[in-house]
């Protein structure tokens, strides 16, 4: 299979398609976040005929499987009529029509379109074809959010991502002020937020450790914990515990029980205190700071597996950004 990628049309980015025999060779078009073709080109791609391909579109539609407004769509395109070009309007069908149709016609070429299509269709939009840092600063915050919401849709319904990247979507689109959030986050301008509270309690290592042990025991039982999870790394975790305890001049360094979460789950998810479920571990703390000082609003499985893997992926130099935007987004936990 070969791609090659020639000059964009007005409106939408052109991507070369060609079967493994050579023989379904189609100029595909990117635009509105999906992949189109017309009748004709459905043709050519699944060989069959394009009045087989008309009949059932028209069948499509008319049982209500899915609806012509929303999958159906007139582009401009340049057209050889004798020895002119001519510029004519024609109707394409987005990769929900194209994926029915393929369905229908089930043939070998369909199912390797189908996985060519979604393969494309997720490297044009994670790598940034649809969507780059550039063009949320540029759009406003107000377009930013519908961009993000319509990525996360079309990720989701086209079956790009699985489980846990849901919740790392979760995480950029549920939140009310996360278009903000980001937004500051990547121009080094993110805050830290009034109204934290300040410290009132200490993670103790015996606490820690009975804590650690009975949620080994925990997931021994359901076969899902080696027998190297929660095994300490030297006296790492006490540095830890020490770390966010620490003082400078007399004053605490993390004054608030926020600051002090964010940096308990940050410093063991980034140095690995433990020989196996840092983690799972990590976020175990981090839960257990939060119920110890108070704070009832408190992340779900999903939102807490999905910070976890962002401070994992973060480099080190965003050390102090990682922790204010944990910080910022402790106080969407309950929204």
Known sequence: MAIEKPPALPGGEIIVYESP????????????????????????????????????LRQIYALGELEEVATAEDFSVVRSEGRRNVRRKIKHYNLD?????????????AVRFRQWATRTLREHL???YTFNERRLAERGLDEA??????????????????ETGRAVLHIITAYADTW???LEYDEDRLKTPVGEKPATSVLDLDSVRTAIDAFRRDLAAKGEASPLFGNPRGDALEA?????????FGERLYR????????????????????????????LLFLLYLTQEGIE??????????????????????????IRLIVNLMGEFGH
């Open 126 to 128: 994670v790598r940034g």
């Open 145 to 162: 959010s519908q961009t993000l919401d319509l990525l996360a849709r079309t990720l989701k319904n086209q079956a790009l991502v699985d």
């Open 97 to 109: 029509a194209i994926i029915s149709i393929g369905y229908r016609v089930n043939s070998k070429r």
């Open 240 to 248: 830890i515990l020490g770390n966010i305890e620490q003082t400078m």
């Open 180 to 182: 903000r959030l980001l």
């Open 297 to 322: 609003h408190q992340p779900g499985p999903g939102a807490l597996t999905a910070l976890t893997l962002l401070i994992a992926e973060s480099a080190p130099s965003n050390k102090d950004l990682m």
């Open 21 to 56: 025999d050579g023989e379904g060779r189609v100029d595909v078009r990117f635009d509105h976040d999906s992949v189109w073709l017309t009748q004709r080109q459905m043709a050519k791609v699944f060989e069959t005929s394009t009045d087989n391909v008309s009949l059932h």
């Open 256 to 283: 608030s029980r926020e600051e002090k979460a964010a940096n308990l789950l940050y410093f063991i998810v980034k140095d690995h205190p433990f020989t196996d479920g840092n983690k799972r571990i990590a976020a």
